[in-house]
């Protein structure tokens, strides 16, 4: 479609980039169309703007052409209608910049095999971004990263292009806050906190917002922004490695620690229940602090606690190895040949995503010892483990009654655990997924 040529204007850029805002005649990108690109980018669209797609994979910029989803959260249908409409477009060709006012980066940010920040998936983005910076632009970083990312990194690939910031282009930070599968809180409703590299930057970046999020939470900076989603998941990590620390003492001193966690959560102030577990799984909760204690190494400073936690969490799938051979030398076996079918392999309850995920370790770490491992999980039919792959065992008695030993790794609401219990010779319940029933056969975290 030919761009229709603009009239030259005595309004700033600012002006012009807040009007186009308003009357939606601005033209969005959003680079990254993963669990957060695409409901972002849908969204933006749903809102009345022609928004595009940009992503380096072309299976998923034909998907989503074809009108097809490939995240769980964003129907089809919405993408079906959005690109009959010609509302939302997907490509692989970033020169679409050109003709973009605003840019949402929402690429990975992985830790690197040496467990430092690897940020070259935003180095990637916002080299492409400059390459086609033009005034009047906005730039808003989503990806979660250590504080001065934007300011440090992004800022002077934007600046080499000699234009102004909060003068010509606009540089903001918004921590991305998807909660994958969460059916009560979405892109739409969550609270989206934004810092500028300027006011107005700011002020650019909540404009945009503002046409379609519900509750828009401005701050000073964009290191407060990118400081805020780190303490958000810290937060998490270290309360979590808290209490598996606590199930650690609970152990030695035979006290059941759900019964503690339940009943310390009836306070009803000052408390937040999180609950033991056989690690910790994810593509935020173990990465994210990592960033944060990388940056304060770097500032001179030992972020104990980040380091403290992420050590008592990831030494989690060796207590649930060990309390498997505890349940072992009951029956009279050993790990060697021993069958432990371990339930439930995605990270968290009821959902399919394995990244990270403590049941994989805690697999690996059985093989290593000589068992057959196999697993069930309803919500993943297979999966690549130790250079093949696996298929998921469907739940049966006469299947659960082929293994010495059944693992709850992860608790999907969808399983019979009673029926597991039934038919088990020896359940290692991780997630006290068992609450109330008593047997010998059970072994509790
Ligand atoms: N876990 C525990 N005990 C707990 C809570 C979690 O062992 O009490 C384990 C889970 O089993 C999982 C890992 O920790 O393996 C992470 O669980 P999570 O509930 O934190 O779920 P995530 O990783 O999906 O975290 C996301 C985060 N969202 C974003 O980063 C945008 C996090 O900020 C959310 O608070 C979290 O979802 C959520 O509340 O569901």
Not at 242 to 259: F, Q
Request: glycine residues 6%; contains cysteine; proline residues 5%.
């Amino acid at each position: 479609m030919p761009t229709p040529r603009r009239r030259a204007s005595t309004k700033t850029p600012a002006q012009i980039l807040e009007q186009r805002l308003e009357n939606r005649t601005a033209r969005l990108a959003v680079i990254g169309l993963g669990y957060v690109g695409l409901p972002l980018a849908v969204e933006l669209a749903q809102a009345g703007f022609e928004v595009v797609g940009i992503d380096t994979d072309e299976k998923r910029v034909r998907q989503l052409n074809r009108g097809q989803s490939y995240i769980q959260d964003v129907p089809t249908a919405d993408v079906t209608a959005l690109v009959r409409q010609k509302r939302f477009t997907a490509t692989a060709d970033f020169s679409v910049l050109d003709r973009c006012d605003t840019v949402n980066i929402c690429v990975p940010t992985p830790l690197s095999k040496q467990r430092d920040p690897d940020v070259s998936y935003i180095v990637a983005a916002a080299t492409e971004v400059a390459k086609h910076l033009h005034p009047g632009q906005l730039v808003i970083l989503e990806s979660t990263t250590y504080p001065g990312t934007t300011d440090e990194l992004v800022l002077p690939m934007l600046a080499e292009s000699g234009l102004a910031v909060g003068k010509d282009f606009f540089l903001a930070f918004s921590p991305e806050r998807v909660d994958p599968g969460n059916t009560q809180f979405n892109t739409r409703n969550i609270p989206k906190v934004v810092g500028g590299v300027t006011e107005a930057c700011t002020k650019a970046a909540v404009k945009l917002y503002r046409q379609r999020l519900d509750n828009v939470v401005a701050v000073s900076s964009t290191q407060v922004a990118e400081m805020v989603k780190l303490l958000e998941n810290t937060f998490r990590s270290v309360n979590i490695g808290l209490v598996n620390e606590l199930a650690l003492m609970c152990s030695r001193l035979k006290i059941d620690v759900w019964e503690v966690i339940r009943a310390a959560a009836t306070k009803p102030f000052g408390f937040m229940p999180f609950y033991p577990g056989p690690g910790l799984g994810g593509h935020c909760i173990p990465i994210d602090p990592f960033y944060l204690s990388w940056k304060a190494r770097a500032s001179g400073f030992e972020a104990r606690f980040i380091e403290l936690a992420g050590h008592v969490n990831a030494h989690m799938p060796d207590h649930v190895v060990d309390l498997v051979g505890g349940a072992l030398n009951r029956l009279g076996r050993s790990f060697r040949r021993a069958r432990v079918l371990v339930l439930g392999v995605a990270y968290k309850a009821d959902i399919d995503d394995v990244r990270e995920s403590p049941s994989l370790d805690i697999m690996e770490k059985l093989r290593e010892r000589g068992a057959r491992i196999e697993y069930s999980d309803p919500h993943v039919p297979s999966i690549r483990f130790a250079g093949s792959v696996m298929k998921s065992v469907s739940l049966t008695a006469t299947n659960v009654r082929r293994f010495d030993c059944v693992i709850i790794a992860t608790a999907h609401r969808s399983v019979d655990y009673g029926a597991v219990l039934r038919w088990s010779k020896a359940v290692v319940d991780t997630r006290n997924a068992l609450a109330g029933k008593r047997s010998a056969k059970i072994i509790r975290l």
